[in-house]
């Protein structure tokens, strides 16, 4: 038998994805388990251990028309005793999946691609998203229920892969330990501010350890509607910098080894909760009832719950709709870190 996951959302989505792999893995042991998505998160994939194949579905660049989208998906040659299981719902998606000819297509009853699906299950917007995507499961021929926090939904890593990623100029941290703070997000109103981060790293270092910064993006933030900007500490010996430094498969190295994880609602938060590290998740204009909260063992969200024009969208904007950012600078370095006690206890 082969599964076949088509998740090309977001890479929070993606790394929530795995879950689903780890209980089909558990369920079916002899099954080959294929996920499609995009270049950027296909690294994250192939670093676990219940994924046979990361196909890369480039639907911004080399598979962007619908006769590429077509021509991959046919290249996949799959048989019959094929089940595709599709968490999202985007119009492109369902043109690639129509043109897998799979005989059992399993989706979401709402989104594009409930009409090429053979199997629907209700989109719930109050469940986690891990256990949004488990749900899918439950419309299999043999269905498979379960929750994020059951023992088959616990997700494997290459551990050759965890250890060989890690960079080098850590290495002195491990002894020490350190804590992974993620200052990014892909929309500016989910972020917390270079200046508060600062602070909290100061005040980790303080308690003996290191702190490292990770992100994708540069070195500095614009902080709330201004035009101020705010420098990570770069002249620290017990704080490093690797924002922009590192790949994708180095950031899962790095927060595997961590002592815990300060981040905005971000991939990193999603990260660490497969990988149970401690996780301490500032939201601001969302809020963890949409489904992105952190699950490891111990972890804690931090939001300003008073506010009345919170949450104000899904996914974060590019600025404040009332020109605030009230929800993320009302929360204090101090509100974080009496927080932070309380997961790394």
């Not at 890369?56 to 046919?74: C, W």
């Not at 005793?81 to 709402?110: C, G, Q, W």
């Not at 949004?132 to 890593?157: E, G, H, M, N, Y």
């Not at 602070?199 to 101020?228: D, H, R, S």
Request: one cysteine or more.
């Amino acid at each position: 038998m082969t599964f076949v996951i088509i998740q090309t959302a977001f890479l929070g989505d993606v790394v929530l994805s795995m879950p689903m792999c780890a209980a089909l893995r558990n369920t079916h042991p002899n099954a080959k388990i294929i996920v499609v998505t995009t270049p950027s998160a296909a690294p994250f994939v192939e670093m676990v251990s219940d994924v046979d194949v990361v196909i890369q579905f480039d639907k911004r660049g080399k598979h962007r028309t619908l006769r590429a989208s077509a021509e991959l998906a046919r290249s996949l040659s799959l048989d019959q005793d094929t089940v595709v299981i599709v968490p999202h719902r985007s119009f492109r998606t369902a043109h690639f999946v129509r043109n897998l000819h799979s005989p059992e297509v399993v989706t979401y009853k709402m989104g594009f691609t409930r009409f090429i699906a053979r199997k629907t299950v209700t989109y719930n917007r109050r469940m986690h998203d891990a256990d949004r995507q488990l749900s899918l499961l439950k419309a299999l021929s043999a269905p498979i229920v379960c929750t994020k926090s059951d023992q088959i939904a616990r997700v494997a890593f290459k551990k050759e892969m965890i250890t060989s990623e890690f960079p080098v100029s850590l290495s002195d941290s491990l002894a020490r330990g350190y804590v992974v703070l993620a200052p990014e997000s892909a929309w500016n109103t989910k972020k917390w501010g270079i200046s508060r981060y600062n602070e909290v790293a100061k005040q980790i270092v303080e308690m003996g350890l290191n702190v490292v910064f990770v992100g994708a993006g540069t070195e500095t933030q614009t902080e709330t509607q201004t035009e101020t900007q705010t420098e990570i500490i770069n002249d620290h010996p017990h704080v490093h910098n690797l924002c922009g430094k590192t790949s994708l498969k180095q950031l899962v190295s790095i927060i595997a080894h961590a002592r815990a994880v300060v981040c905005n609602d971000s991939a990193p938060v999603h990260i660490a909760s497969l990988l149970n590290v401690p996780t301490l998740a500032v939201f601001g204009p969302t809020i963890p009832e949409f489904g992105f909260a952190p699950f490891a063992e111990k972890s804690v969200v931090l939001g300003n719950s008073a506010l009345k024009c919170r949450p104000c969208s899904i996914h974060g904007t590019a600025t404040c709709p009332i020109n605030t950012h009230e929800c993320m600078t009302s929360i204090t370095s101090v509100q974080v870190m009496t927080k932070f006690y309380d997961i790394f206890a």
